[in-house]
Nanobody, 119 residues
């Protein structure tokens, strides 16, 4: 498996959660990485990207609430999600974005991890 997301679950509005994406070593070292999500009945959307050099950019919908990071020792990318709202409910996925806005990705999509924000 080249990228595998995990860490989802049920969280109350206003709560927080951290997702992880385990990345194969070769991809981790050679690629930008990104988080995406797909809510029920909606199209998949880009959330955040981190470049090989550590620069980051975010979708407006999560800016200021979510933080993307990575750990080169663990070959893992993270998504810290704070101040969660019900609209954040979605399957969260990771991939290799080929552009700034994550319009195109390099790899086939995995299963992702489900985040449900509900009281």
């Amino acid at each position: 498996v080249q990228l595998q997301a995990f860490g989802g679950g049920l969280v109350q509005p206003g709560g927080f959660l951290r997702l992880s994406c385990l990345v194969s070593r070769s991809i981790f070292r050679s690629s930008d990485l990104g988080w995406f999500r797909q809510a029920p009945g909606k199209q998949r959307e880009f959330i955040a990207r981190i470049t090989r050099g550590g620069d980051t950019n975010y979708a407006d919908s999560v800016k200021g609430r979510f933080t993307i990071s990575k750990d080169a020792v663990e070959n893992t990318m993270y998504l810290q999600m704070n101040s969660l709202i019900p609209e954040d409910t979605a399957v969260y996925l990771c991939n290799v974005p080929l552009d700034y806005a994550g319009t195109y990705v390099r790899l086939l999509w995995g299963q992702g991890t489900l985040v449900t924000v509900s009281s």
